[in-house]
């Protein structure tokens, strides 16, 4: 059974930095797209970036780029998510995903396997 557990979610204020990791457990993700997604109440999922399974190709939602990172550690089945100068705007829960695929996509229904979701609270 595939499982995705996020962890270091929180409340920062605003510039502040948070680090979001995933741990994937059940088979093996090194040949898989994994991503993170974020969603608001009210408002659908939104793309924020995505890693190829090497960890070469990377994709990012145009609003964090130069802000956050993405990276993987395929050995322990884990993909990070370093958030730095966050914003009010980027106060979402946030979801890590994998793709029983290589290639990387922006759209949540691409994505096969889902985390429970960690809160991200920026504050003014």
């Known amino acids: 059974q595939v499982q995705l557990v996020e962890s270091g979610g929180g409340l920062v204020q605003a510039g502040g930095s948070l680090r979001l990791s995933c741990e994937a457990s059940g088979r093996t993700f090194s040949t898989s797209a994994m991503g993170w997604f974020r969603q608001v109440p009210g408002k659908e999922r939104e793309f924020v970036s995505a890693i190829s399974p090497s960890g070469v190709n990377t994709r990012y939602a145009d609003s964090v780029k130069g802000r956050f990172t993405i990276s993987r550690d395929n050995a322990k089945n884990t993909v990070v998510l370093q958030m730095n100068s966050l914003k009010p705007e980027d106060t979402a829960v946030y979801y890590c995903?994998?793709?029983?695929?290589?290639?990387?996509?922006?759209?949540?229904?691409?994505?096969?396997?889902w985390g429970q979701g960690t809160q991200v609270t920026v504050s003014s």
């Open positions: 995903a994998v793709r029983n695929a290589a290639v990387l996509f922006t759209f949540p229904s691409q994505y096969h396997y």
